[in-house]
């Protein structure tokens, strides 16, 4: 089945600094790959998107690149605030089987 | 106000013991999902469900069952808890097709002594 990957685990940074979050995955039919946000003690929460007929898309401070050739994500997170601090999970699915293969998280810190 | 509620948020069970977890969401979605959390694994689907009535094995179901008696309640059951099965636990809705969107609920801290 579908492997989705992540690195790094962890990362601290300064406010306002820029954070770069890599993901791979293993199965060549997945074609959708949602992001989620885990803030401490909050629910999980949907914050960006990409399909495979894409190479990337913007929301606000968040970019996600995806690269179809070699099974690759990439979330860029810039300016970052206090709040973004919060585990990030990549995750994928295909079209013939419900549910998402995540990854196993990277937890963000932004300090002051 | 919350579209899926989990119940209840946090339960100390005996092994051996009969655990269900309750699922409630508002969101009119077809499909509702359980997963668990564990250190080191992420995110985990056990079961999930498209239609009332029915519900189908996800990657993990060994040892859970589920339980989705109306399009708005989904419940996992865990009929002999075994420590192994420690873990936090999300419920999850979504609407028809492969790519949509995943609503979580606050999860439940399961901890099985």
Same mark, same amino acid.
């Not at chain 1, 989705?4 to 293993?26: D, F, H, K, M, R």
């Not at chain 2, 028809?96 to 979580?104: A, D, E, K, V």
């Given at each position: @089945?579908? *492997?989705?990957?992540?690195?790094?685990?962890?990362?601290?940074?300064?406010?306002?600094? $820029?954070?770069? %979050?890599?993901?791979? !995955?293993?199965?060549?039919? $997945?074609? !959708? /790959?949602?992001? !989620?946000?885990?803030?401490?003690?909050?629910?999980?929460? /949907? %914050?960006?998107? %990409?399909?495979?007929?894409?190479?990337?898309? *913007?929301?606000?401070?968040?970019?996600?690149? /995806?690269?179809?050739?070699?099974?690759?994500?990439?979330?860029?997170?810039?300016?970052? *605030?206090? @709040?973004? $601090?919060?585990? !990030? /999970?990549?995750?994928? $699915?295909?079209?013939?089987?419900?549910?998402?293969?995540?990854?196993?998280?990277?937890?963000?810190?932004?300090?002051? | +106000?919350?579209?899926?509620?989990?119940?209840?948020?946090?339960?100390?069970?005996?092994? &051996?013991?009969?655990?269900?977890?309750?699922?409630?969401?508002?969101?009119?979605?077809?499909?509702?999902?359980?997963?668990?959390?564990?250190?080191?694994? &992420?995110?985990?689907?056990?079961?999930?469900?498209?239609?009332?009535?029915?519900? +189908?094995? =996800?990657?993990?179901?060994?040892?859970?069952?589920?339980?989705?008696?109306?399009? +708005?309640?989904?419940?996992?059951?865990? +009929?002999?808890?075994?420590?192994? #099965?420690?873990?936090?636990?999300?419920?999850?809705?979504? =609407? #028809?097709?492969?790519?949509?969107?995943?609503?979580?609920?606050? &999860?439940?801290?399961?901890?099985?002594?």
């Amino acid at each position: @089945g579908e *492997q989705v990957e992540q690195l790094p685990s962890s990362l601290i940074v300064q406010e306002g600094a $820029s954070v770069l %979050i890599n993901c791979s !995955y293993t199965d060549s039919a $997945s074609v !959708y /790959f949602p992001w !989620y946000k885990q803030e401490p003690g909050k629910r999980l929460q /949907f %914050i960006i998107d %990409i399909r495979s007929n894409m190479e990337r898309k *913007q929301n606000q401070r968040l970019t996600l690149l /995806f690269d179809k050739k070699t099974k690759h994500l990439s979330l860029h997170i810039t300016a970052t *605030q206090p @709040g973004d $601090s919060a585990i !990030y /999970f990549c995750s994928a $699915s295909n079209d013939y089987a419900q549910g998402l293969t995540f990854g196993l998280g990277t937890r963000v810190s932004v300090f002051p | +106000e919350a579209a899926v509620t989990q119940s209840p948020r946090s339960k100390v069970a005996v092994t &051996g013991g009969k655990v269900t977890l309750s699922c409630h969401q508002t969101n009119n979605h077809d499909y509702m999902y359980w997963y668990r959390q564990d250190t080191g694994h &992420g995110l985990r689907l056990i079961h999930y469900s498209y239609v009332a009535d029915s519900t +189908e094995k =996800g990657d993990i179901p060994d040892g859970y069952k589920a339980s989705r008696p109306s399009q +708005e309640n989904f419940s996992l059951i865990l +009929e002999l808890a075994s420590l192994s #099965q420690t873990a936090v636990y999300f419920c999850a809705s979504s =609407g #028809q097709g492969t790519q949509n969107t995943l609503y979580f609920g606050a &999860g439940t801290r399961l901890s099985v002594l």
